[in-house]
C-alpha cells in the first residue's frame, strides 16, 4: 500500500474511535423491506427510535432494535462515566446496503422452473449528539 493511501487510511480510522456505530452484516431481510423501517428512524432521538421500533409491526424493527441498543452499548463503552439521557444522543447516519444472493429453483408448469432470490443486507447505524447536530447546523 503506498503511503498516501495509508496515511488516508489512518486518518479514516481515527475519525472512526471517536464515533460510536454498530453494524449487523447479512440479515436476511430483503433490503427494500428493511429500507421502510430505517428511514422512520433516521435523524431521530435514541428514546423516540426506541418506542417506534417497539411498536412497529414490521419484521426488521426487532432486529434494528437490538442494534440500536447495541449502539447505545457501545457509545458507554467509549464515554466512560457519560449518561445517555444527558448526552441527547440520536441517530445520525443510519444505511441499509444489499448483501449476498441465495438463488434457489422454483418447480413451474410445463417442466419449467422460475429462479427465486433470497435477498439479505448489511446495516450500519452511527450515533450522534446534540452538540455535534448543533455544530453541522451551524
Same mark, same amino acid.
Given at each position: 500500500m503506498g503511503s498516501r493511501k495509508r496515511l488516508s487510511n489512518e486518518r479514516i480510522k +481515527?475519525?472512526?474511535k /471517536?464515533?460510536?456505530f454498530a453494524k449487523l452484516n447479512n440479515v436476511p431481510t430483503s433490503p427494500r423491506k428493511m429500507r421502510l423501517v430505517v428511514d422512520i428512524i433516521r435523524g431521530? +432521538?435514541? /428514546?423516540k427510535a426506541l418506542g417506534i421500533l417497539k411498536y412497529t409491526k414490521n419484521h426488521a424493527s426487532i432486529r434494528l432494535e437490538k442494534l440500536l441498543l447495541s449502539a447505545i452499548a457501545n457509545w458507554q463503552i467509549k464515554n466512560e462515566g457519560a449518561d445517555v439521557e444527558e448526552a441527547g444522543l440520536?441517530?445520525?447516519e443510519i444505511s441499509v446496503d444489499s448483501a449476498r444472493q441465495l438463488k434457489r429453483i422454483r418447480t413451474a408448469p410445463q417442466g419449467r422452473a422460475h429462479r427465486i432470490r433470497k435477498r439479505s443486507n448489511h446495516v450500519t447505524l452511527v450515533l450522534g449528539t446534540k452538540e455535534d447536530k448543533q455544530k453541522v447546523q451551524d
Open positions: +481515527e475519525a472512526n /471517536q464515533v460510536a431521530v +432521538e435514541i /428514546q440520536y441517530v445520525k
